[in-house]
């Protein structure tokens, strides 16, 4: 069965470093999501994307972050100067034309030091 | 905007039990879709069961089945014959059919008895 894979699982960064954050969607999707979950919080939409643009984007996402599709399969999240609150488990989603389920990767835990 | 909530932080059930799981959503839309999420630790999302809401039909997935009342803008997961890894935190999520963002509850923690 087609998943959704995320890379790194856990990602260490120092405060004011730039992180990417990568995630290959099911191949035949066109949606593409980035959620965020705080620990012990509920997970937040972030951002999303079709047709090579962002499509929606929450209040969370700033100018600190970026997506981006370089290629046919990637899908990135970017923070440019990470902050400590920047410190949560990031999921990326994705769906298809016909369909409104998202498939979910198993997310890239982020730890800001 | 949209909203969901889940006043249920904790529940627990014997296992072989039957536990239900609470959540109420608002949303402006006419036509949008309802789902609960299963976290274990590994804090993978899992999807459990999906309700479109212009189905007037529960939902039903095995063990996991849903009731969905539109009009109190209500759906709740009950889950029949607890087992150990049915322990999670439970997330219910609303997709606006627009938009398909999905609005998150806060979750609850479900813990089985043995």
């Known amino acids: 069965e087609p998943e959704v894979t995320q890379t790194p699982s856990h990602q260490v960064t120092q405060m004011g470093q730039e992180v990417i954050l990568r995630c290959v969607p099911i191949?035949?999707?066109?949606?593409f999501y980035w959620y965020r979950q705080i620990l012990g919080q509920k997970v937040e939409f972030l951002v999303s994307?079709?047709?090579?643009?962002?499509?929606?984007k929450s209040e969370i996402f700033d100018d600190q972050f970026s997506v981006e599709r370089p290629d046919g399969s990637n899908f990135t999240l970017k923070i440019r100067s990470t902050k400590l609150e920047d410190s949560a488990m990031y999921f990326c989603a994705s769906i298809n034309d016909n369909s409104y389920e998202q498939y979910f990767g198993p997310g890239t835990r982020l730890t800001v030091t | 905007a949209q909203t969901v909530t889940q006043s249920q932080p904790e529940m627990s059930v014997q296992e072989a039990e039957t536990v239900t799981l609470s959540c109420t959503y608002d949303?402006?839309?006419?036509?949008?879709?309802l789902f609960w999420y299963k976290q274990p630790p590994s804090r993978q999302m899992i999807l459990v069961i999906r309700?479109?809401?212009?189905?007037?039909q529960n939902a039903t997935e095995n063990r996991f089945s849903v009731n969905f009342q539109k009009a109190a803008k209500s759906f709740s997961l009950k889950i029949s014959d607890s087992q150990l890894g049915d322990a999670a935190m439970y997330f219910c999520a609303l997709e606006g059919a627009g938009s398909y963002q999905l609005t998150f509850g806060k979750g609850t923690k479900l813990s089985v008895i043995p």
């Open positions: 309700q479109e809401a212009y189905k007037q």
């Open positions: 191949s035949n999707h066109l949606y």
């Open positions: 949303t402006s839309e006419s036509d949008y879709y």
């Open positions: 994307f079709y047709n090579n643009e962002i499509s929606e």
